[in-house]
């Protein structure tokens, strides 16, 4: 069987990629633990000395790299290599800097009642780790989830998206920088995925939709497997009267039209306070006439990546028009030409609840526009969705701003910016509700690949503990420590005292 790469705008053969058979799943993971044992067993900087070659050839492979992802998803070079090399380039920076302290073990506090004693958290790999990757930023979701694993001590055993197939085989050619199966990649859909879901991984990060991400979940909660679910979205942008509102006009148009509304952070409501909506609304229709959407280097907006995806947008934007949505910017889908994947940005008023675009992710270049009225309004509105991902706030008042992200029930917020939260490997990343489970990047990230076992080590000098046995002639002088050191008022001379008899048993 193989897997065909086709150009989203055309439908032209990029080529044909071997799918990796089912039934390999389990010698894959035979190798993948095989190979884990020398690998974990090298020092954290041994394991970073390949991840920093392995950006250098990234580097050196960027504009190669940058055109087969452009060719694979529609998106164009300029945001290939923006949100794919670079994202994946800082990431892999971001690892080899944070990695060996949080690899280290880390002393925590002892208290007082175990004197004598320390206490520290000693990180280790979870062993083979199963990564699934979606195909809206194919490059970077997988490459960025490597890095935190294998940094780690983990094998890696990556399944990308079989709708960008020829990203796979390029990811496939990188894994060649690390020694044998310790980071394999497999091509295949659905099927591989099950069958690879199925062998127990030790760990599994999974980036793509709400469904399959049940589905992993369900499987993996049998056998008790610990998972990340990096899932779908429905993101707010909610601008306020005092807002620069020609920076949240532009920042709305970045934040609903990049990669073609084709990102799970994607702006898919913006909500305007009432006396600026009319104002708003202008300032983005004529943001949205300067857009220039095509293949090159110039152009700001590629096409959609799959003819699914494609018609999933065509039939909410209809589903809005019928329903009484005005289009303000853009063509109704009877006038798109569907001999090709370009979708012209849609700007929507008119929105009621009951039209598909309110609550179900729509995953293309369209933005909706709802006005409100107060700040509770607008709190009710942003949370009034079964996401969880992210979203932003624009208002000049930044105790409002920062009032307004505490109420919402979100993993990320942008204040007078929008998506790049993300970007910042330094904050940690996952959604709430129904975009997610656990969080990576930042220095959670990588403890998410690790098994973390927390230690109070003693010098093992002294025979007895006071908790030890006997029980017998101790309980009073526990009711003297327990009142002195956690009661009203903390005495030390009687906590020392009782401690010191208890001692002497
Ligand atoms: P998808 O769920 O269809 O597929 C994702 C991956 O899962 C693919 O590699 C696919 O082959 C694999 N897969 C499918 N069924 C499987 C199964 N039963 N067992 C194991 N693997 C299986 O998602 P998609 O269409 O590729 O991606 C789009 C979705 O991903 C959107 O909802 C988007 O919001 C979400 N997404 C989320 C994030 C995030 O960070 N939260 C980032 C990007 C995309």
Same mark, same amino acid.
């Given at each position: 069987m193989v897997l065909k790469a086709q150009a989203p705008a055309d439908g032209a053969v990029l080529g044909s990629f071997e799918e990796t058979p089912v039934t390999e799943a389990g010698q894959i993971f035979e190798n993948s633990r095989e190979a884990q044992h020398s690998w974990g067993a090298l020092s954290t900087v041994q394991r970073l000395s390949y991840l920093k070659r392995f950006r250098h050839v990234l580097v050196d492979l960027q504009e190669e790299i940058a055109d087969i992802i452009a060719a694979s998803t529609g998106k164009t070079k300029t945001d290939a290599l923006t949100t794919e090399v670079m994202g994946a380039a800082d990431a892999l920076k971001h690892v080899e800097k944070e990695a060996p302290s949080v690899m280290s073990n880390e002393k925590v506090k002892t208290p007082i009642h175990f004197a004598g004693k320390a206490s520290y958290i000693?990180?280790? @790999?979870?062993?083979?780790?199963?990564? =699934?990757?979606?195909?809206?930023?194919?490059?970077?979701?997988?490459?960025?989830?490597?890095?935190?694993?294998?940094?780690?001590?983990?094998?890696?055993?990556?399944?990308? $998206?079989? &709708?960008? @197939?020829?990203?796979?085989?390029?990811?496939? *050619?990188?894994?060649?920088?690390? @020694?044998?199966?310790?980071?394999?990649? =497999?091509?295949? /859909?659905?099927?591989?995925?099950?069958?690879?879901?199925?062998? &127990?991984?030790?760990?599994?990060?999974?980036?793509?939709? =709400?469904?399959?991400? *049940?589905?992993?979940? %369900?499987?993996?909660?049998?056998?008790?497997?610990? +998972?990340?679910?990096?899932?779908?979205?429905?993101?707010?942008?909610? #601008?306020? %009267?005092?807002?620069?509102?020609? *920076?949240?006009?532009?920042?709305?148009?970045?934040?609903?039209?990049?990669? $073609?509304?084709?990102?799970?952070?994607?702006?898919?409501?913006?909500?305007?306070?009432?006396?600026?909506?009319?104002?708003?609304?202008?300032?983005?229709?004529? %943001?949205?006439?300067?857009?220039?959407?095509?293949?090159? %280097?110039?152009? /700001?907006?590629?096409?959609?990546? +799959?003819?699914?995806?494609?018609?999933? #947008?065509?039939?909410?934007?209809? /589903?809005?028009?019928?329903?009484?949505?005005?289009?303000?910017?853009?063509?109704?889908?009877?006038?798109?030409? &569907?001999?090709?994947?370009?979708?012209?940005?849609?700007?929507?008023?008119?929105?009621?609840?009951?039209?598909?675009?309110?609550?179900?992710?729509?995953?293309?270049? #369209?933005?909706?526009?709802?006005?409100? !009225?107060?700040?509770? !309004?607008?709190?009710?509105?942003?949370?009034?969705?079964?996401?969880?991902?992210?979203?932003?706030?624009?208002?000049?008042?930044?105790?409002?701003?920062?009032?307004? +992200?505490?109420?919402?029930?979100?993993?990320n917020m942008n204040i007078n910016e929008v998506l790049v939260s993300v970007a910042n490997f330094h904050l940690p990343y996952g959604g709430v509700k129904n975009s997610g489970i656990g969080k990576y990047h930042g220095r959670d990230g990588i403890r998410s690949f690790c098994i973390e076992t927390s230690v109070l080590a003693d010098k093992g000098t002294e025979d007895n503990e006071i908790i030890w046995y006997p029980n017998a002639g101790k309980y009073d002088l526990f009711l003297d420590m327990i009142s002195n050191f956690w009661g009203r008022r903390r005495n030390w001379k009687s906590f020392i005292q009782s401690y010191m008899s208890l001692n002497k048993f």
């Open positions: 000693n990180r280790k @790999p979870r062993g083979t780790v199963l990564i =699934v990757s979606p195909w809206n930023f194919p490059f970077q979701l997988a490459v960025s989830p490597v890095a935190e694993a294998l940094a780690a001590g983990n094998t890696v055993i990556l399944k990308p $998206s079989e &709708d960008t @197939p020829m990203v796979g085989e390029l990811l496939r *050619r990188l894994s060649s920088l690390f @020694p044998e199966h310790v980071m394999q990649v =497999v091509m295949g /859909d659905a099927d591989l995925g099950e069958a690879l879901t199925s062998e &127990d991984p030790d760990f599994i990060h999974f980036t793509g939709s =709400v469904s399959t991400g *049940r589905k992993i979940q %369900e499987k993996a909660a049998q056998k008790l497997i610990p +998972t990340i679910l990096e899932l779908g979205g429905k993101d707010a942008m909610t #601008v306020f %009267e005092d807002a620069n509102l020609q *920076r949240a006009a532009k920042a709305a148009v970045w934040g609903s039209f990049h990669n $073609s509304g084709q990102v799970c952070l994607s702006t898919e409501r913006v909500f305007v306070q009432a006396g600026v909506y009319d104002s708003f609304l202008t300032e983005v229709k004529q %943001e949205a006439a300067k857009l220039r959407q095509g293949k090159d %280097e110039d152009a /700001d907006i590629g096409s959609m990546t +799959t003819r699914r995806q494609y018609e999933h #947008v065509k039939e909410q934007v209809q /589903d809005a028009l019928d329903q009484g949505a005005i289009l303000e910017t853009g063509r109704a889908p009877g006038d798109w030409d &569907d001999s090709s994947l370009f979708i012209e940005p849609v700007i929507l008023t008119n929105i009621k609840p009951s039209m598909a675009l309110w609550s179900v992710e729509t995953f293309g270049p #369209v933005m909706p526009i709802m006005a409100f !009225e107060t700040e509770e !309004e607008a709190v009710t509105l942003a949370n009034d969705t079964e996401y969880g991902l992210g979203g932003s706030v624009f208002t000049s008042d930044i105790g409002r701003a920062e009032r307004f +992200t505490g109420r919402m029930r979100t993993g």
